[in-house]
């Protein structure tokens, strides 16, 4: 499961000794056979595989040399490297261990993976080349790697035990302090947030912010997770209570967060943007300190005490698009740790893709309840999104009416990427790569009548064009192209009326 679940980066033998190397990580429990033990264990494996810290690739030499005669069919590996983490660990329950649908979703819940019948969905429609070799690796008694000598351990223990017999025998040694967790948890002074707008000028907040064992327990599963045990390493306390009706801690280290409660730690990137509200269990969201009071979709006061939102969600099936306004701003549930902010431009409205973002209007949030189910899962957040609708019509033939929009996604670390999708009645179709400031795009598309056609649309002020080899004519900013050998490739490209 480990090796499967793994991102696909670098050699197989390589990722197999990391997987070899998580499996060792959880010996310790190992000896409880029963279902229970087990299934913690199979957690504590999926989590680490599914998000590795980068100290695993260090060191392995014991774990390679360790390393069966035969490896697994790359195929397989190579096409679950496409996924998201939860999908691949969803796939390999199913398609490899071969689990119920109900226990794959128990196990998803557990590993605090989102929406998870529709990831369990994905999964099911993923299609993997048939692999030459059995999945599964032979069943041998495998101990785990000693990855050191055991005499530096025996020698420490000796001396351990000589010393321990001289503070009995004297009865005179004050008793040794208990040490502190090896990560420092700090938060930023409560009005830090006037001088300076930036994430680490997030007051810490929650009704736990005084349970030192809650927070040293934090600091240890952090410090666990990421290697961060040298002196002077420190995390930033961004929430601690009790949203959602478990005990949660909040913490952030450059871009990465984390979010731990007693059933385990969860550290995604989430980036530096300061205004993004941070999401918390039951639908609930972290406002930065200087936001004013947020405000339903309706225009309604939404309750945020303590900078915590009230319950709020999309109005979607899959559980993504917009949630609320913040200001002139409205944000939205894109899959990812933080709030997007949502923007929508009209096919009639001539706006600069560097203008400020607007509140959405009712046909925005419209589009963008249609739109956001489309948005897949990313492992990178997405610190905004402009839907362009940049042609919108009927379709010929009894098509009927359709928009055809540029989405551009700019991520939290500052790289961006678009996509055009023309959303049709038969459903969406994604149609390539677009620029949202002169936004044209192509496809072919079977009418209702079964004939293929190419159609092609361009933004506002813009002619789509095609190459030779297409009879084509242009109706209300519409190109309809058909050739002999409908199919092919064809180039489209946007001129200027």
């Known amino acids: 499961m480990a090796y499967f679940v793994l991102p696909g980066r670098g050699k197989r033998v390589y990722r197999l000794a990391v997987a070899r190397r998580i499996v060792d990580g959880t010996a310790r429990g190992a000896r409880d056979r029963s279902a229970a033990g087990l299934a913690r264990r199979r957690t504590r494996v999926l989590r680490r595989a599914m998000r590795p810290p980068r100290r695993l690739q260090i060191g392995l030499g014991p774990w390679l040399r360790a390393l069966p005669a035969r490896l697994p069919d790359p195929a397989q590996t190579v096409a679950l490297a496409k996924l998201e983490p939860g999908v691949r660990v969803a796939y390999v329950l199913l398609r490899i261990e071969g689990l119920p649908r109900f226990a794959v979703r128990d196990q998803l819940i557990e590993l605090r993976v989102r929406r998870p019948w529709q990831v369990i969905e994905a999964a099911e429609a993923v299609e993997v080349p048939p692999s030459r070799r059995p999945a599964r690796f032979e069943p041998v008694p495998v101990r785990p790697v000693r990855s050191r000598s055991v005499l530096p351990l025996v020698t420490a223990a000796a001396l351990t035990a000589v010393l321990v017999g001289a503070l009995v025998v004297t009865e005179r040694a004050p008793a040794p302090a208990v040490p502190g967790p090896p990560l420092r948890l700090v938060t930023a002074a409560p009005d830090a947030w006037r001088t300076a707008r930036t994430l680490d000028a997030w007051p810490a907040r929650g009704d736990l ?258 190459g030779d080899g297409l009879r084509s004519r242009t109706e209300r900013r519409l190109l309809v192209g058909t050739s002999p050998d409908p199919g092919g490739p064809v180039r489209v490209t946007a001129r200027d009326r």
């Open 209 to 466: 912010l005084r349970d030192e064992a809650f927070l040293r327990e934090a600091a240890t599963a952090w410090a666990a997770e990421t290697g961060a045990d040298r002196p002077g390493d420190v995390a930033r306390l961004l929430y601690a209570g009790r949203a959602g009706g478990r005990p949660l801690a909040v913490m952030r280290s450059g871009a990465l967060l984390a979010r731990y409660t007693p059933a385990g730690l969860d550290v995604v990137p989430a980036g530096t943007g300061p205004d993004a509200p941070i999401a918390l269990p039951g639908g609930r969201w972290l406002l930065a300190p200087w936001e004013p009071a947020p405000e339903t979709l309706d225009g309604a006061a939404l309750p945020a005490p303590g900078g915590v939102t009230g319950r709020v969600a999309p109005a979607t099936p899959c559980g993504r698009g917009p949630l609320f306004h913040v200001g002139s701003r409205t944000v939205g549930d894109l899959g990812g740790p933080r709030a997007s902010v949502l923007a929508h431009h009209a096919p009639d409205r001539r706006t600069s893709a560097a203008a400020a973002p607007e509140r959405l209007g009712p046909d925005g949030r419209g589009f963008w309840n249609r739109l956001g189910c489309l948005t897949a899962d990313r492992e990178r957040p997405v610190a905004e999104a402009v839907a362009r609708d940049f042609w919108s019509g009927r379709l010929p033939r009894g098509g009927g009416r359709a928009d055809w929009v540029c989405t551009r996604l700019t991520f939290a670390d500052g790289t961006g990427s678009s996509e055009a999708t023309l959303l049709a009645g038969d459903g969406p179709h994604r149609t390539g790569a677009c620029d949202v400031r002169r936004p044209v795009s192509g496809t072919w598309w079977t009418a209702p009548d079964g004939a293929r056609r190419y159609l092609a649309a361009a933004g506002r002020g813009l002619a789509p064009h095609v």
